[in-house]
């Protein structure tokens, strides 16, 4: 079964501290992950994405096909990086499939 | 460039009432996609635009769930008759034809049936 798993729902760390959201992944194939975000009052809006292999706003996540992980990582935590954050594969046909998400909560 | 759009923001009605959603892509988007999430799950596939085809309405939960993409412009959602288990935030998501696998997504539409 093709499934998305993200295990914690909500992550608590200072800012300044460094940040990982982990996400695991099932998928027969060559998978396409995405990260999405959510920020308060705000819709939902691409982070990143895995064939890109770019850092956007610190955030850095690297595909281990051996461990089916996409975890997104950064160095140090800032405020304004409170949100809710979804990892996300896209099927072949264009469905996207959704982790549970994690609320990341970023401590002054 | 506006975004996606949706309305309403927030729908409250009775069980057994009708709903529809409305969702304006981006424009010049072909694809153009439902997604739901429902209270304490993730967010679930519902159907898939080419325009004004439906390429893909696999994640449709029954038959009370009808979408229209009348012209290939505009979307609707519509339920009838709502049930309580129809609540949930509905978002709308667009995306070129060709060139890039990122979905554009919509604020969303909070529906609540009571």
């Known amino acids: 079964a093709q499934r998305v798993t993200q295990p914690e729902k909500l992550l608590s760390v200072f800012k300044g501290a460094p940040v990982e959201l982990k996400c695991n992944y099932s998928?027969?194939?060559?998978?396409?992950l995405f990260w999405y975000v959510q920020y308060s009052r705000q819709r939902l809006q691409l982070l990143l994405r895995h064939i890109s292999r770019e850092s956007i706003k610190g955030f850095t996540a690297d595909l281990n096909k051996g461990e089916t992980s996409f975890h997104l990582k950064k160095p140090f935590a800032q405020e304004e990086d409170s949100a809710m954050y979804y990892c996300?594969?896209?099927?072949?046909?264009?469905?996207?499939?959704w982790g549970a998400g994690t609320k990341l909560i970023i401590k002054p | 460039e506006a975004g996606v759009t949706q309305f309403p923001s927030h729908s409250v009605i009775e069980k057994g009432q009708t709903v529809t959603l409305r969702c304006d892509p981006i424009?010049?988007?072909?694809?153009l996609y439902w997604y739901r999430r429902v209270m304490g799950k993730e967010i679930k596939f519902l159907l898939h635009?080419?325009?004004?085809?439906?390429?893909?309405e696999s994640g449709m939960p029954n038959n009370r769930f009808l979408a229209e993409r009348t012209g290939g412009t505009y979307s609707t959602l519509k339920v009838q008759p709502a049930e309580l288990e129809d609540s949930g935030v509905y978002f709308c998501?667009?995306?070129?034809?060709?060139?890039?696998?990122?979905?554009?997504f919509g604020p969303g539409t909070r529906l609540t049936v009571l």
């Open positions: 998501a667009s995306s070129p034809r060709t060139g890039t696998n990122e979905q554009f």
């Open positions: 996300a594969l896209i099927r072949s046909n264009y469905q996207l499939i």
């Open positions: 424009s010049g988007h072909d694809n």
């Open positions: 998928y027969s194939g060559s998978p396409e």
């Open positions: 635009f080419v325009k004004e085809s439906k390429q893909d």
